[in-house]
């Protein structure tokens, strides 16, 4: 049985899509919910796990790791069922291609972060334009990767790494800021499949232990 605990947050897309990688492992974990918005990751205790104060955490025995690429991969390796990278060596770059540019390209350029530090600045109505104008221009730049490999799903017929990223971005941006999708067929298609997939439902922000009960996101 494996011992594993996540440090995780109901409405972070990073530790959505480590949820999404042990659904599919079939693998059993502790969940332990960090307030992000109380500064809990703030704390001394978190900040030995993870020393820049970020979610997602896994202890796995006496390993410990951060960053949700690093997890993923450390999972893959260690828990080999359901593999989350293709054997093809085309397949596997577009999927770390992908992958990467949701993770350096989109997702931090909205993370609470950087919405709390635009609120400061230039006011609270600046967040939802500036979201949108990112997400726009990382959406349209998916579109254009995926288009030639896409299958059921973002790269053949088969979950791999890229869907596990490509997911919580499209939930958390069509949910928090109600991004018109009209322009991203390919994108809305794969939002659609991922809705049948149990794995992916079952790792959703509002089915967390520690969503609001009064969460519809």
């Not at 998916?142 to 790494?161: P, S």
Request: proline letters at 6%.
């Amino acid at each position: 049985m494996a011992n594993l605990k996540l440090y995780s947050n109901w409405m972070s897309s990073c530790s959505f899509r480590v949820r999404i990688a042990l659904n599919l492992k079939g693998l059993k974990y502790e969940y332990v919910p960090v307030n992000l918005l109380k500064g809990e990751q703030r704390s001394p205790e978190f900040l030995k796990l993870n020393p820049i104060g970020y979610v997602p955490v896994l202890v796995d025995g006496d390993m410990v790791l951060s960053d949700s690429l690093a997890i993923l991969l450390y999972l893959d390796e260690k828990y080999p069922q359901h593999p989350l990278l293709p054997s093809d060596l085309r397949r596997k770059a577009i999927n770390l291609q992908v992958t990467n540019t949701i993770s350096s390209g989109i997702q931090p350029l909205w993370n609470l972060g950087v919405m709390d530090c635009i609120k400061q600045k230039v006011g609270q109505e600046e967040i939802v334009p500036w979201v949108q104008c990112h997400v726009r221009k990382g959406f349209a730049a998916l579109e254009e990767l995926l288009k030639d490999h896409a299958g059921r799903y973002a790269t053949g017929d088969e979950v791999f790494l890229v869907d596990l990223f490509l997911a919580p971005q499209l939930h958390s941006t069509i949910k928090m800021f109600n991004l018109d999708m009209t322009e991203f067929r390919l994108l809305s298609r794969l939002n659609e499949a991922y809705s049948q997939l149990p794995a992916f439902q079952d790792a959703l922000p509002e089915k967390q232990p520690d969503a609001p009960s009064s969460s519809t996101a």
